[in-house]
C-alpha cells in the first residue's frame, strides 16, 4: 500500500495514541486530512486524541466536524456529547446523544452517556429509566450499573444503590481484590478482618465509621488504607492495626472494601450511622499546631480548601479557583487559614497573598496534621475534596460548596448531610455559578459574625 494513502497513518496514529503519544498521534491524523479532507472518522479519531489531552475545545471542533462529514455517524455524536459534558454543556451533549440514539436505536453506550448526562442535569428519574435501558439491552455492562448505582444513590435510593455500586468490581481497572475469601455478613466472631481503601481519602474517612460496627460482631478489625491516612485511623473506635499500602499485613482471614459496608450493614437514609466524631485528632499534635497558628480568639478562624486532586474525574465541576473565595478575604472579623496542602493553580501563589491567608501547609505531614490544624478552627470552608469529610467525622463544622452535579453521597435538593450533623451545603443554582455560592456563604458568614461581636 502506497505511503500517501490514509490507512498507514491512521493505524500508525492509533498506535501512537494508544500509547501516549498523543502529539505524534495527532500528526498522523492531520496528515490523512491532507489527503482527505471531509475523512469523518479521522476527525472523530483527532477529536478523541485532542480530548484525551484535555482539550475539549478542539476535540469538539473536530467531532462537529466529523458530524458534519458524515450525518449518521452515530460514533461521532456519541463522543460530542462526551465532550459537551465534561465541557458543562448538558443541553447540547444531551441532544447529541440523542441524535446517535436515533440513528442507532440500540446504542447501549450512548444510553448509559445520556443517563449521565441526564443525572448531571439533576433529571434523576429519566437517568435511571436510560441506566435500566443499556442493562436491559446489555445485562453485563458494568458501567451502565456502576452509574445507576449512583443516580440511585443520589436519589436515596441506598438499598439498591448499594447492589449496583458492587459491579465496580467487574470494571477491569478496579478489580484488585486479595486472593483471600470476600466477607459476606456472615459471622465473623473471633476472625481478622482486613478493611480496606478502594477509592480515594474521602472515601475512607466517610466509610471507616463502619469499623466500630464490624468490631461489635466479634471480628478483630485491620485497616488498609494509604500512608497519608495511617495514623488518623488508629484514633477510629474498634481498630485494632492499620497497615500502609506496600506494607506488609498480619495473616487475616478475610477481606472488604470499605465501600461495601453500607450494602452489608442494610444502610438506608433512616440509619446511617452518623454518630460524630468518630475520629481523633492527637491531643499533643493540636497543641503543636496551636502554638504555629497563634490564632486570634477574638476572630472566626476559618479554615479554607478550594481545591481536590486534578485527577478525581469530577475535579474540573468540584474545584473552585481561589480568586473567587476573595470576597471573604476583606470581610472584618474573620481569619483565613489555607487547609490546601497541594497547590495546582500556576498562579494561585501571588493570589494567597491577596488573602492573607495563614499558611503553614508546608509542614503538614499527613491527615493527622490536617485534623490538628482544624481542631484549632471555628469552621472549615471547602470544596468537595477529602478535607470535607476530615472535619465532618471530626464533628467540627463545616461548610461544603458543591457543584450543580454532587457526588451521589450529598444527594440533591437539602443543605444538610445524613452523614455529618456537623456539615451544611452550599449548591450552585446552576452548572459552574461559583459566584452564587460564595455570595451564600459571605451572607452567613456575616451573620455568625455578628452574632460573635455581640
Not at 440500540?106 to 435501558?133: C, P, S, V
Not at 476559618?302 to 480568586?323: E, F, I, K, Q, Y
Not at 464533628?395 to 456539615?423: C, H, I, Q
Amino acid at each position: 500500500m502506497s505511503p500517501e494513502m490514509p490507512a498507514p497513518y491512521y493505524v500508525l496514529g492509533s498506535l501512537l495514541q494508544q500509547q501516549g503519544q498523543l502529539d505524534d498521534a495527532i500528526a498522523c491524523y492531520k496528515k490523512i486530512l491532507t489527503i482527505s479532507p471531509n475523512h469523518a472518522d479521522t476527525h472523530n479519531i483527532l477529536g478523541s486524541a485532542y480530548q484525551a489531552k484535555g482539550d475539549l475545545e478542539e476535540a469538539i471542533s473536530y467531532y462537529k466536524k466529523a458530524v458534519l462529514s458524515d450525518g449518521n455517524s452515530f460514533m461521532a455524536y456519541n463522543n460530542l456529547g462526551t465532550a459537551l459534558r465534561l465541557r458543562g454543556d448538558l443541553d447540547e451533549a444531551i441532544e447529541s446523544y440523542t441524535k446517535a440514539l436515533q440513528i442507532k436505536p440500540d446504542f447501549t453506550a450512548a444510553m448509559n452517556n445520556l443517563g449521565t448526562a441526564l443525572r448531571d442535569h439533576g433529571k434523576l428519574d429519566e437517568a435511571i429509566m436510560w441506566y435500566r435501558q443499556a442493562i436491559a439491552l446489555n445485562p453485563d455492562f458494568a458501567d451502565a450499573h456502576w452509574n445507576l448505582s449512583f443516580a440511585l444513590l443520589l436519589a436515596g435510593q441506598y438499598a439498591e444503590g448499594w447492589q449496583e455500586y458492587e459491579w465496580i468490581w467487574k470494571l477491569k481497572k478496579t478489580d484488585c481484590r486479595l486472593p483471600h475469601p470476600i466477607w459476606d455478613g456472615r459471622t465473623i466472631q473471633g476472625q481478622r478482618i482486613l478493611l480496606y481503601a478502594e477509592q480515594g481519602f474521602g472515601d475512607v474517612i466517610q466509610f471507616v465509621r463502619y469499623a466500630p460496627m464490624v468490631a461489635g460482631k466479634g471480628a478483630e478489625v485491620i485497616i488498609g488504607c494509604q500512608k497519608e491516612l495511617k495514623s488518623l485511623m488508629k484514633s477510629v473506635a474498634g481498630v485494632s492495626s492499620v497497615v500502609a499500602f506496600g506494607e506488609s499485613v498480619r495473616q487475616f482471614d478475610v477481606q472488604c472494601p470499605l465501600p461495601s459496608l453500607p450494602r452489608l450493614f442494610n444502610t438506608t437514609l433512616d440509619c446511617v450511622p452518623h454518630r460524630v466524631p468518630y475520629m481523633h485528632a492527637d491531643v499533643d499534635t493540636v497543641e503543636s499546631w496551636r502554638d504555629r497558628l497563634s490564632l486570634d480568639n477574638s476572630k472566626l478562624n476559618v479554615g479554607l480548601a478550594w481545591a481536590g486532586s486534578p485527577g478525581h474525574l469530577n475535579d474540573r465541576n468540584r474545584s473552585c479557583p481561589l480568586h473567587l473565595f476573595l470576597p471573604l478575604a476583606g470581610m472584618d472579623g474573620i481569619r483565613l487559614v489555607s487547609l490546601q496542602k497541594e497547590i495546582y493553580e500556576k498562579w494561585t501563589a501571588g493570589t494567597l497573598a491577596d488573602f492573607g491567608l495563614i499558611d503553614h501547609t508546608r509542614y503538614i505531614e499527613d491527615f493527622s496534621d490536617t485534623a490538628a490544624i482544624i481542631m484549632n478552627l471555628d469552621l472549615v470552608i471547602t470544596v468537595d475534596t477529602a478535607v470535607a469529610h476530615l472535619a465532618g467525622a471530626l464533628g467540627k463544622p463545616v461548610w461544603t460548596l458543591l457543584p450543580f452535579a454532587p457526588d451521589w453521597r450529598w444527594m440533591l435538593n437539602r443543605e444538610d448531610s445524613p452523614w455529618y450533623p456537623s456539615m451544611k451545603l452550599f449548591r450552585q443554582p446552576f452548572p459552574g455559578d461559583w459566584a452564587s455560592v460564595i455570595a451564600n456563604v459571605r451572607d452567613e458568614l456575616r451573620k455568625i459574625i455578628s452574632v460573635k461581636a455581640s
